[in-house]
């Protein structure tokens, strides 16, 4: 089993072994105004609007 992560991160040094997924992750560095489509709140990032749009799918509220 091989462990070798040859995709890494320019903005904070995570790596990864396929590219996609590092292309998953720089989403996480994106910095804006991303609003929640189901209620007020905004989040900085698009990470943190997903993390807060699963509340939402799973019927909680954060």
């Known amino acids: 089993v091989t462990t070798e992560r040859p995709f890494r991160c320019d903005v904070c040094g995570r790596s990864y072994r396929h590219s996609g997924s590092l292309v998953n992750h720089k989403r996480t560095h994106q910095t804006g105004d991303f609003g929640c489509g189901a209620c007020a709140k ?5 990470g943190a609007l997903r993390g807060h749009l699963r509340g ?5 509220r954060r």
């Open 42 to 46: 905004r989040f900085p990032n698009l």
């Open 56 to 60: 939402h799918r799973r019927g909680h």
